[in-house]
């Protein structure tokens, strides 16, 4: 069974630029999340979608971060304008439901300079 | 946002010695989990437990729920190169219609061929 894709890998940007994240959840999974992971920190979670729907995005920083789930199943994260501090790797992670184990993706490290 | 903290920050040791680490937080959960980070990948489950006292092994670990729902306990016994990574606990609610993981800071494990 496939795991959770997210692309790029790894990015680069420079400050005030924009910069947007792709995940792609197990199939069948109907909960996503994004999570951020700032280095030597556990991850935090940004945005929950159960199918399109948004769960919980209490600690999004909506004034430069967006999410969208527009069909239920592959999710983008979009930073604009990208600061020096959302350097960071984020994390998408999908599960059955929204009381069962996540799985993780391989993550996409930001660079902001 | 809230994290948990977790003991030790960091552990270098030889193979074949035995491991602890432990997590505690301001608040009580209703659910403990362990996971294993590698560099550049996701965390991965590795234990999780459901009830206050709970004692679960999975191979060569061993993880406990504290009965002051307050904290949780990660042993690895005889360790081995490949045990080399980050070890996130993370604590979660059934509270409110949300699946939130709470990660702790992480504990790096060092191991000696």
């Known amino acids: 069974e496939a795991g959770v894709a997210q692309s790029p890998r790894y990015k680069i940007i420079e400050k005030r630029q924009s910069v947007a994240f792709w995940c792609n959840p197990i199939s069948g999974h109907a909960t996503l999340y994004w999570y951020q992971q700032i280095l030597g920190q556990g991850p935090k979670l940004l945005i929950q979608?159960?199918?399109?729907?948004?769960?919980?995005d209490s600690q999004l920083p909506k004034d430069r971060f967006s999410a969208e789930r527009l069909k239920g199943v592959d999710s983008t994260l979009k930073i604009q304008p990208a600061k020096l501090e959302d350097s960071a790797v984020y994390l998408c992670a999908s599960s059955l439901g929204q009381f069962n184990e996540q799985f993780f993706g391989p993550g996409t490290r930001l660079t902001v300079l | 946002g809230q994290q948990l903290n977790q003991s030790p920050q960091s552990m270098f040791i030889q193979e074949g010695e035995d491991v602890s680490m432990n997590c505690t937080s301001s608040s009580i959960f209703n659910t403990w989990l362990w996971y294993k980070q590698d560099p550049g990948e996701g965390p991965v489950l590795l234990i999780a437990l459901y009830k206050a006292g709970e004692l679960t092994s999975n191979g060569r670990l061993t993880a406990q729920f504290g009965i002051t729902r307050k904290d949780s306990f990660l042993n690895i016994s005889a360790s081995i190169p490949s045990d080399v990574g980050i070890y996130f606990c993370?604590?979660?609610?059934?509270?409110?219609?949300?699946?939130?993981?709470?990660f702790g800071t992480g504990t790096l494990l060092a191991v000696q061929p």
């Open positions: 993370a604590g979660r609610n059934y509270g409110g219609a949300t699946n939130k993981l709470i």
């Open positions: 979608f159960q199918n399109n729907g948004v769960v919980d």
